[in-house]
């Protein structure tokens, strides 16, 4: 019911009026009413492949919407300035909107509204589906059949998260993943080798962790995030949990593999060898502090955040992918860049053009450099400015190395809830106690409560 009273709404009311979802999510945001491309598709309009229909003709002035937030400003200037200065006809103006939840309520609230929409727009990841559902975002599969441009030089992973109902409804821009990083230094003075699957975790949990005469630990082998379960979330995928089943109203999260895997990870907590951070506002800078102090030899984090580790940290800061299992995927996380769909040709045009530049390899490089998001482009490491970044900053070696392996995140109207749900059990489990099986059973049985709602 809740789902379907944020369709009524996000149709009637006007720009502010609609409330918009968090950016870890992916519920809350399919307020956006396709009442317009609907009926241009009723009509069976094959839409122009034709270069000159998507070229720039007349001097025109565009807005960017984005979230980089103030220790990016430099970057975004240089880049958008860089940008007006290469031609005589587009003119870019970037704006600030917020965080993702942020661009996602004014995006929704525009689109109802019919007015106010910038030309181009970043959008967090788990919006694309409920965006290209909804109408919102143009279809970009005829201005990339039209101007020649490569799409396939993106991750596998990272294009298909773009990507709606086969149609290409966005471009991969900042993307970031799960990764684990390590001290390099502590590491090799104590003889760990990180581990690359799931069975070889117990044994580097034992050994990389550091415990006083009196059994507390003094470091930790790796910190374990409970705010976002998007960090422990492919322990449970490449183990072939369905955390959503295929009837769409139902989990796998009291399987027996599942409850296995939450089993280990209390058992790890229990040890010492790790602990759980909870839920609460300060986890992850705790969690940081413990990093960068050198009581945790590794923690599970996203890969935006590798500039900041690096210039906080007096060792030389590791990536590793993930431990997987029977596969090694990880998830696509970051965002993406869209046209809305309800602005006019010669303003989605000028978009185009400027979305072309923004993904480009050498401004893609500039972006990698500039925030600590990863590189996209898989013909990077071709270039001078690829060898470059990589003798620079050696450790993305292990996300270039595994690009396809990042996958689209779990799309489902009920996502935000299961993941409250899932988060809150998990925390509750792990750090106040109790049996695996009951609590997993118990949690299940509210999922499928959640999913079966919507």
């Not at 034992?206 to 322990?235: L, M, N």
């Not at 490491?381 to 689209?408: S, V, Y």
Request: glycine residues 8%.
């Amino acid at each position: 019911m809740k789902k379907k009273m944020a369709l009524i709404l996000a149709a009637s009311l006007m720009a502010g009026a609609v409330a918009g979802c968090s950016g870890g999510g992916s519920t809350g945001s399919a307020a956006v009413g396709g009442a317009d491309t609907a009926a241009s598709e009723a009509e069976g309009e094959a839409a122009s492949t034709d270069p000159a229909d998507y070229e720039v003709t007349e001097p025109i002035t565009i807005t960017w919407w984005h979230a980089l937030e103030e220790q990016y400003a430099g970057t975004v200037d240089q880049i958008v300035n860089d940008f007006n200065n290469s031609q005589d006809l587009i003119t870019v103006k970037a704006e600030y909107v917020g965080s993702y939840s942020d661009v996602n309520e004014a995006l929704v609230a525009a689109h109802a509204a019919g007015s106010g929409l910038p030309a181009i727009t970043v959008a967090n990841t788990p919006y694309v589906a409920e965006y290209g559902a909804g109408g919102l975002t143009e279809d970009l599969t005829p201005y990339i059949e039209a101007t020649g441009y490569d799409v396939e030089d993106f991750g596998d992973g990272m294009i298909e998260a773009a990507q709606y109902e086969g149609k290409q409804v966005s471009l991969p821009f900042l993307i970031s993943t799960q990764i684990m990083f390590y001290n390099k230094d502590m590491a090799d003075e104590m003889g760990i080798t990180i581990p690359t699957t799931w069975e070889e975790m117990d044994t580097f949990m034992q050994e990389a962790t550091v415990k006083a005469s009196d059994g507390t630990t003094q470091t930790y082998a790796t910190i374990i995030p409970g705010w976002d379960q998007w960090y422990f979330e492919t322990f449970y995928l490449n183990q072939g949990v369905k955390i959503i089943n295929d009837d769409q109203v139902t989990t796998d999260l009291n399987s027996d593999t599942a409850v296995a895997i939450a089993a280990k990870m209390k058992e790890w907590c229990d040890n010492g060898y790790t602990y759980w951070t909870g839920t609460a506002d300060d986890a992850s800078s705790n969690m940081r502090n413990n990093f960068i102090s050198g009581k945790a030899l590794s923690v599970i984090h996203t890969t935006s955040l590798y500039n900041t580790y690096v210039d906080q940290c007096d060792f030389e800061v590791g990536m590793a992918w993930l431990p997987g299992a029977e596969t090694k995927n990880q998830e696509i996380g970051g965002c993406v860049l869209l046209i809305p769909s309800k602005n006019d040709q010669a303003t989605k045009n000028a978009a185009w053009q400027f979305m072309q530049y923004l993904c480009s390899k050498d401004v893609n490089m500039k972006w990698a450099e500039g925030t600590g998001y990863m590189p996209t482009r898989k013909s990077v490491l071709e270039t001078e400015e690829g060898q470059a970044f990589l003798e620079q900053k050696p450790a993305f070696q292990a996300i270039f190395d595994n690009l396809d392996l990042i996958k689209p995140r779990i799309q489902h109207p009920g996502w935000n809830q299961l993941t409250t749900i899932w988060k809150n059990s998990m925390a509750e489990l792990i750090i106040e106690g109790g049996d695996v099986k009951e609590a997993m059973d118990e949690m299940a049985m509210e999922i499928d409560d959640a999913l079966g709602d919507i």
